[in-house]
């Protein structure tokens, strides 16, 4: 372990409050792709980030039928959690952990054992669909079961209204209970550890820049280089499924 992991170690061990952000890179491990990487989803295929813009997807029912392709073989059916997201379950297990935001739509983090009390789904879950006219929520499963060459596009069974993943797609507003829940947990914590996040999305990105404007320590661990780096007390670049299991490892030895 590095000299500056061993600081992270000793700032996890003192620290009474920890929140962490995680991003796409802490799931890459599990087999689902990122999407702003080198080999991201929209790195590789910059008109999929239109079934993912609300815009588009309302406006075109080609973009909706793709969506819901897509959907069908969406790779966090089959993804399994990953030693990074099982070290922060093990985290919470010390009673630092006091709020866990997630970028991540895939409930990786609730499957390895977080409570679902301290995971904040800042972008919503693919696992539940949500009508945008009546706004009722079903289940993922149940709305893929219909799918099929003749009904490529299925409607609310509700009011025939337009389905989507309960997920945040670009223009369209956060929960704003989720925000402030977020918010507070960056604003009253005494170390943020942002995990695999390129920190380009607001407002998300944002938590971190909060967090330290109230005197907390960021962390940044992450392949790439972040725009908040240069307020982060530490930036690892280690694989999140390496060096952070190692880290709570460390954490757990004297704890």
Not at 172 to 184: E, G, K, T
Request: contains cysteine; proline residues 6%; hydrophobic residues 45%.
């Amino acid at each position: 372990m590095t000299p500056l992991a061993v600081q992270v170690v000793e700032w996890l061990r003192a620290a009474g409050r920890v929140t962490v952000l995680t991003g796409a890179g802490i799931s890459t491990d599990s087999g689902i792709p990122d999407y702003r990487g080198p080999n991201g989803v929209w790195t590789r295929n910059p008109e999929a980030a239109r079934m993912s813009t609300l815009q588009d997807y309302v406006a075109d029912p080609e973009i909706r039928r793709r969506a819901w392709a897509a959907r069908k073989v969406h790779p966090a059916w089959t993804a399994e959690p990953n030693d990074a997201h099982r070290a922060l379950a093990d985290l919470e297990k010390t009673g630092r952990l006091f709020a866990l935001i997630t970028q991540n739509i895939d409930e990786l983090h609730q499957r390895a054992g977080s409570s679902r009390d301290t995971v904040i789904e800042l972008h919503g879950t693919i696992h539940w669909v949500e009508c945008l006219v009546c706004s009722v929520r079903t289940p993922m499963a149940d709305e893929l079961a219909r799918v099929s060459d003749a009904d490529p596009e299925p409607a609310c069974t509700q009011c025939g209204g337009i389905l989507k993943s309960a997920t945040i797609s670009f223009g369209q507003a956060l929960d704003p209970d989720v925000l402030d829940a977020a918010a507070r947990a960056a604003a009253t914590c005494d170390l943020m550890v942002a995990i695999g996040s390129s920190l380009t999305v607001q407002p998300a990105a944002g938590l971190c820049r909060l967090a330290v404007d109230r005197g907390a320590r960021l962390v940044v661990i992450n392949a790439e280089p972040t725009p908040y780096d240069d307020i982060a007390s530490a930036v690892l670049r280690e694989p999140i499924g390496e060096i952070l299991p190692a880290l709570v490892g460390a954490v757990g030895e004297e704890s």
